[in-house]
């Protein structure tokens, strides 16, 4: 089945320490998106990716990174994590940018800071 | 302005209906979503409608919109314990950007 993976599904890390979360989708999607959710929160849109075009929000730390090499996978690399970094990150797909392009949602990686 | 929001908690006995409700602000035309999201998973898009539309039926699930009042439901007929979950409404405008506008998601506990 086409599908969006995220692995690992729980990861931990030490404060401070770089850390990448892995995205992968077999739907051939154009749009790739990180999203960051806190417990009891909506999903908030951390940066996407159309094609190989990058597109930070605003609002999204410099300690956020991401990276597509190919159109299967997308990375999110968390450069220094600090405690308010934990929570779970879902990656999304779309076919394209376009406002009835519906998005598909992987089962999230849940990111632990100690 | 653009807010979507919706009631945090709701409770229903298995096999009662559900209705969960959701209010949007934006006022060009768009497209609204709901989302399903188990404890620990991702989220499982449940249906969709655009804003020219009245309703949309999908086995249990009926979404009803009113344009006018901005307000939309999503309601799950003969509930069952596996529907418990946090469910998010979602706007898409035509108008602006093509982000999604989450809801703060309603949290749906089904007793037995």
């Known amino acids: 089945d086409a599908m969006v993976i995220q692995n690992p599904r729980y990861q931990v890390t030490q404060f401070g320490k770089p850390v990448t979360l892995s995205c992968s989708q077999t739907?051939?999607?154009?749009?790739m998106y990180w999203y960051q959710q806190k417990s009891s929160q909506a999903p908030k849109l951390l940066f996407h990716y159309y094609d190989k075009d990058f597109n930070n929000e605003a609002d999204t730390p410099d300690n956020f990174q991401s990276r597509r090499p190919n159109t299967s996978f997308c990375f999110l690399d968390i450069r220094s994590p600090g405690l308010g970094d934990a929570a779970m990150y879902l990656c999304?797909?779309?076919?394209?940018?376009?406002?009835?392009?519906?998005?598909?949602f992987g089962p999230g990686t849940r990111l632990l800071v100690l | 302005g653009e807010d979507v929001e919706q009631s945090l908690f709701l409770s229903v006995r298995e096999g009662d209906s559900s209705v969960i409700n959701c209010t949007y602000t934006?006022?060009?035309?768009?497209?609204l979503y709901w989302y399903k999201q188990e404890p620990g998973a991702g989220l499982q898009l449940l249906t969709y409608i655009f804003s020219n539309m009245d309703m949309k039926q999908d086995q249990r699930l009926t979404v009803l919109l009113n344009k006018k009042d901005k307000h939309l439901s999503l309601r799950i007929a003969d509930t069952q314990t596996g529907d418990s979950a946090i469910y998010f409404c979602?706007?898409?405008?035509?108008?602006?950007?093509?982000?999604?506008?989450f809801g703060t998601g309603t949290r749906l506990k089904v007793l037995a």
């Open positions: 934006d006022s060009s035309s768009t497209y």
């Open positions: 739907l051939n999607h154009n749009v």
């Open positions: 979602a706007e898409c405008p035509t108008s602006g950007t093509y982000k999604y506008i």
């Open positions: 999304a797909t779309s076919r394209d940018l376009a406002r009835r392009e519906t998005q598909y």
